[in-house]
């Protein structure tokens, strides 16, 4: 298993944005998978905030998580945020998110 920024694994846009719309489309009204697919489009960044790192295992995305800023506006004190953490089913319980996520803090 190995960590990419999805700004340099493009195929995986289109799968977190699948996982993603299907996880939490009734948090958003009106939500569509291209509505989720284009704001992914914000966070193809390696080398500033926002972005995602994907876990890529041969061919197959694992799963993804965003680094970006204040996501909620009843915490302003909180600048950075750790979001959209999700691993595909078949890839929960092997520590996948673990992984993903001690990347990004360090």
């Known amino acids: 298993m190995e960590l990419k920024f999805l700004a340099d694994n493009k195929l995986a846009i289109l799968i977190t944005a ?4 299907e996880e939490w489309r009734h948090l958003e009204r009106g ?8 704001k992914l489009n914000q966070y193809l960044n390696t ?15 694992l799963g993804a998580t965003q680094f970006k800023y204040q996501e909620m506006d009843r915490y302003p004190e909180k600048e950075l945020w750790l979001g959209g953490v ?11 998110a673990e992984m993903i996520i001690r990347e990004i803090l360090t």
């Not at 939500?31 to 284009?38: A, D, F, K, S, Y």
């Not at 994907?54 to 995305?61: C, L, P, T, Y």
């Open 18 to 21: 699948g996982w993603y719309f």
């Open 31 to 38: 939500n569509t998978l291209e509505r989720v697919t284009e």
């Open 47 to 61: 080398d500033k905030i926002p972005l995602i790192v994907v876990a890529i295992e041969g061919k197959n995305v």
């Open 86 to 96: 999700y691993v595909s089913k078949k890839r929960r319980g092997n520590k996948v």
